[in-house]
């Protein structure tokens, strides 16, 4: 092993639904602390996004019971199309050097297979990472401008290019101010100088976006422009796995494999067909047979294209892939 080199590897992206916070997981997630010297009698248990300490002891290890439903698929395809708007906008890939594929249980892999990618060592796909989730952009003008009417005193100018996260920001700004409201903005945190931005917004989008003059607005100055666009860049970044992107020795699922928690396939298809692309149909490995299962408790639920459940305490008989499905997500027991 000492004597074997590393040749390369491709660039890959994981966007999982554990890792984005869905409104659903507060519904259909549990986490139980699995410490036996936990505070709370039993273990601390709760539902939604597992934490990364229990709260009682302070444990780091958790028993799960996650489950994917359409919202959870909705969340993660929109998290996928935004991460491969970045990789084909910003990085300039064509779609014939992207592969995408859902990844068999809650979300979707991306691979970028291009010689240029290969070589990129831990820090360089670190860059990456800190590119497409927006960490560490600077949303001002490094240099300074002189304040009308001060002694000498100077200010940040804030300033957007026509480029990378700056043209994302401006493109983004310039639609929220166009639709906005005042209970818009101050839902976002801007709660003073909203009517100088609402008062003639074709006046302002023109001055600011087009013309680049920021500081035209009376009362509007670089903190409310700021709030605006860090609004934006949480609208607009890519919610991965940057674990899985940065490390290059990381083994990934390979295509047409099945998923220990759920029994789907990761199943590839074309960048075009995201949107169209249902994972509860397209991913389905067992397609015959039945068996007779005792559920403890599960949602309804899709699969193959029927409707099941909900189920609670009760023996059912279920096709092939639904029984795998409960079994393996720790709902089920198959019954002889």
């Avoid at 199943?267 to 995201?274: N, S």
Wanted: hydrophobic residues 35%.
């Amino acid at each position: 092993m000492d004597r074997k080199g590393w040749s390369g590897a491709d660039l890959v992206f994981d966007i999982d639904a554990d890792h984005i916070p869905t409104s659903c997981g507060k519904i259909h997630d549990e986490w139980k602390c699995s410490n036996p010297d936990c505070l709370v009698k039993g273990g601390l248990s709760g539902r939604g996004i597992t934490p990364e300490e229990c709260p009682a002891c302070g444990g780091i290890k958790f028993e799960t019971k996650t489950w994917a439903c359409d919202q959870c698929i909705d969340k993660t395809r929109e998290e996928t199309q935004k991460l491969l708007d970045l990789l084909t906008d910003d990085f300039g890939f064509s779609e014939r050097e992207i592969r995408t594929f859902f990844s068999g249980h809650r979300g979707y892999h991306i691979h970028v297979e291009n010689e240029a990618v290969q070589s990129l060592d831990t820090v360089a796909r670190k860059e990456i990472v800190d590119y497409v989730c927006g960490i560490g952009l600077t949303l001002f003008d490094k240099k300074t401008k002189k304040q009308s009417g001060s002694k000498g005193k100077r200010s940040p100018d804030f300033r957007l290019n026509d480029y990378g996260w700056s043209r994302r920001l401006k493109k983004g700004m310039y639609k929220f101010i166009q639709d906005a409201t005042k209970e818009d903005f101050r839902k976002i945190g801007v709660k003073t100088n909203v009517n100088a931005l609402l008062k003639d917004k074709s006046a302002v989008l023109k001055r600011c976006f087009e013309e680049n003059y920021w500081s035209s607005v009376n009362e509007v100055g670089v903190e409310t422009w700021m709030r605006l666009a860090e609004h934006v860049k949480n609208q607009e970044i890519a919610q991965i796995d940057t674990v899985v992107t940065s490390d290059v020795h990381r083994l990934i699922r390979a295509n047409g494999t099945l998923h220990g928690k759920t029994g789907l396939l990761k199943a590839e298809f074309p960048v075009k067909d995201l949107e169209r692309f249902d994972p509860f149909v397209g991913a389905v490995a067992f397609k015959e047979g039945d068996a007779r299962v005792f559920v403890s408790n599960v949602p309804e639920f899709k699969l193959s294209g029927e409707t099941f459940g909900p189920y609670k305490n009760q023996t059912v008989e279920l096709p092939t892939a639904a029984a795998v499905l409960l079994i393996l997500k720790g709902r089920a027991e198959v019954l002889n």
